[in-house]
């Protein structure tokens, strides 16, 4: 996801959401971070054996956290952002009702957007996503997993004129 939104970045467009990656210790996962895309802001989705709140495997998942980052940098994006990132909606960010009313109420802002499902993962809106753009699923695959981020770029582009070069 970090290099589709450099690559939109460079064409001059304002990308706006949120990012979740691994959080590793030692060569360990020991859970999840947020980030916020256009401010930077960094928090815990989950941590391995954390103190409290609802729990998915190993994982305790930070509400607040979800909250004030996750739900704020999608609303903040559907604002001020020309391309929504949402990476990604998951068992742990599902717990989150702010979270789910942030991803229900992005897709009326017009804006392209770029989301990636859980695939695993069942719930309502995840269900309505999927039902809603069967043609612009794509599953990440070790064999496509290289090209996406050009694909999608093009599929942005398509959509919405370049800003600069």
């Known amino acids: 996801m970090n290099e589709l939104i450099n690559r939109l970045r460079a064409k001059g467009f304002e ?3 949120m990012t979740t990656s691994e959080v590793t210790q030692d060569g360990v996962r020991t859970g999840f971070q947020i980030k916020d895309i256009s401010s930077g802001r960094v928090g815990a989705v989950a941590q ?7 729990r998915i495997g190993k994982y ?9 980052i996750g739900a704020k940098s999608i609303e903040d994006a559907k604002q001020n952002a020309d391309i ?3 990476d990604e909606v998951g068992p742990m960010e599902l717990t989150s009702n702010a979270f789910v009313n942030a991803v229900e109420s992005a897709p009326g802002s017009t804006k392209p957007m770029v989301l990636t499902l859980h695939y695993r993962a069942s ?19 070790l064999e496509n997993r290289a ?11 398509r959509t919405i004129p370049v800003r600069k070069e």
């Open 123 to 141: 719930h309502p809106l995840l269900e309505r996503i999927r039902k809603e753009v069967p043609e612009r699923l794509v599953m990440v695959t």
């Open 15 to 17: 990308v706006g959401g």
């Open 147 to 157: 090209t996406l981020a050009s694909e999608i770029e093009g599929v942005i582009l």
């Open 84 to 86: 929504i990132v949402i």
């Open 60 to 68: 305790t998942v930070n509400q607040a956290d979800l909250d004030e």
């Open 48 to 54: 391995a054996g954390g103190p409290s709140g609802p």
